[in-house]
């Protein structure tokens, strides 16, 4: 996962991990564990929440959450 492309994208939309994790219906730790990978990853369905959030294209998509060179 690329935390510093989910985090600008974060920004640009006016979120803090506050607001995003309220928007997923999860808590602020949990969030911050899954965008600091640890032990803890994201679901197939809070990416799609996230890639849906934030209007992501599928090259944005792939960049953010599978970019292999920074797994």
């Given amino acids: 996962m690329n935390k510093r492309k989910l985090e600008s994208l974060m920004k640009l939309h006016g979120d803090t ?4 994790a309220k928007a997923m219906g999860i808590s602020v730790s949990r969030l911050n564990l899954k965008i600091n990978q640890r032990n803890a990853e994201f679901t197939q369905s809070e990416i799609a929440f996230i890639i ?3 209007h992501m294209n599928t090259d944005e ?3 953010c959450f599978f970019d292999p060179e920074l797994s």
């Fill in 61 to 63: 998509a792939v960049a």
């Fill in 17 to 20: 991990q506050t607001t995003l």
């Fill in 52 to 54: 849906d959030r934030y």
